[in-house]
């Protein structure tokens, strides 16, 4: 990556040599002269969707688990091969991810391949991880500031969706899970088509495609992933509630947010910086909610974090008191109003863009960062000057565009309100 500035806005590029492997995956290799450490990313499209109904959970343990052993190691080899060269795989719902010191990258691709094609999930350590994560699941089930969150997503995208639940299923999807059910999706939907794995470090392109192709020998072809338009509930007033005993009410207020492509998505991250995540207290929302008033030390608001191949969320979030939460409601509704019908002051608008465009090239540094970028490229389909082009766009937002984009993505008026905690008349 190189990271230098046009006109004071930084320009980065991330230059990268695309593969395809002999199993069809798709491989990316970004070289970083001087790196320490090589990283991967593998990702495997579908994840959670392929959950099987009734078992939310099973693809991202199926990734979790995956360092469980293969058919020919157990856990603890295949540790020792990886941790005296300071490397490591862990694994999610969307696949596989690695870091090793720089040049043991071939050791640490072999290991990720023969998890991809070879993973066992013996089913006595399945167990043992998975009561585990049973006890993890009952705090969860109580917990207040959790299950807003996962109550809020349900009201977002609807139950029937996988992005309306989490990830790690709950206490009850997880009691019907067994070692099985991983293997079944490691079989189904681990594929060479559905795959793309990003390397990013001081290595030679040529010599890491020549041994991720063997590395990844094993990996069937299988079928390509074929997207699936989403059928979301329409943006529309719903309310939930999560009802514990406790001192703090917290707050999850929003709805369906963007895709990643959207054309107003730069005006929308300046907007966001203006609104609820500016740092300190240069944000509206935290400045006149926590600040001013007091409700909160903890409060924030976006939509552009969350943006993807499928719609995001506007989600704006605070605990405060019970006797606090309408007042807090008024001030995050008062506030999108706002956005919307006032263009943001001139110096207001610098100071969100000065941050965000100043802050841009250091969210690159770590060859972790860069190797999901590579993903991200690869998925959405970015131009091969994207990231020399994104902060020069963060740069030209008008206060007129942020007008625009808060009046065509905020909905103040048909928010999902989830409270958990203590029981609120929300009148």
Not at 97 to 117: F, K, N, Y
Not at 165 to 190: K, N, Q, Y
Not at 202 to 208: S, Y
Not at 362 to 368: D, K
Request: charged share 25%.
């Amino acid at each position: 990556m190189s990271a230098a500035a046009q006109g004071g806005v930084p320009v980065v590029e991330i230059p990268f040599e695309r593969f395809t492997l002999s199993c069809g995956a798709t491989l990316l290799v970004h070289r970083r002269e001087g790196a320490p450490v090589t990283a991967a990313r593998l990702h495997v499209r579908g994840g959670p969707r392929f959950d099987p109904a009734g078992r939310t959970g099973v693809a991202y343990y199926a990734g979790a688990f995956a360092d469980q052993g293969t058919s020919t190691r157990d856990s603890e080899a295949i540790a020792a091969l990886l941790e005296p060269e300071g490397g490591g795989v862990s694994g999610d719902a969307l696949g596989l991810t690695g870091a090793i010191i720089g040049p043991s990258w071939g050791l640490l691709l072999d290991v990720m391949g023969e998890l991809m094609a070879d993973a066992a999930y013996p089913a006595d350590r399945i167990d043992l991880h998975l009561g585990r994560i049973k006890t993890r699941l009952a705090v969860e089930a109580e917990d207040p500031r959790a299950q807003g969150g996962i109550r809020f997503k349900r009201l977002v995208y609807g139950p029937d969706h996988f992005m309306g639940r989490s990830l790690h299923g709950d206490l009850e999807s997880v009691e019907r899970i067994t070692a099985a059910d991983l293997v079944a999706h490691r079989e189904a939907h681990w594929c060479g088509q559905r795959m793309v794995l990003a390397v990013a470090g001081e290595v030679d392109p040529a010599a890491v495609f020549e041994r991720a192709d063997r590395a990844f020998g094993g990996v069937p072809a299988g079928t390509a992933y074929e997207r699936m338009d989403p059928d979301l509930p329409p943006i529309e007033p719903r309310h939930d509630a999560f009802v514990r005993d406790r001192n703090q009410v917290h707050v999850q207020l929003g709805h369906l947010g963007v895709t990643r492509d959207d054309p107003d998505y730069a005006a929308l991250a300046v907007m966001d910086h203006v609104l609820g995540t500016g740092p300190g207290f240069t944000n509206r929302i935290t400045a006149r909610l926590r600040d001013e008033l007091g409700l909160a030390y903890s409060v924030h608001a976006d939509i552009h974090a969350s943006a993807g191949l499928l719609p995001g969320v506007f989600r704006a979030y605070i605990g405060t008191s019970p006797e606090h939460v309408r007042t807090a409601i008024e001030g995050f509704m008062t506030e999108m109003r706002r956005i919307q019908d006032e263009p943001v002051p001139a110096e207001e608008l610098d100071v969100a863009k000065s941050y965000l465009v100043g802050s841009f090239a250091l969210g690159y540094e770590r060859v972790a960062r860069r190797a999901g970028y590579l993903i991200a490229s690869e998925l959405h389909g970015f131009s091969a000057d994207h990231l020399a082009r994104l902060p020069r766009e963060f740069a030209a937002v008008t206060s007129e565009d942020v007008q625009r984009a808060a009046r065509a993505h905020l909905h103040p008026d048909a928010c999902s309100i989830v409270t958990s905690g203590p029981e609120v008349d929300l009148g």
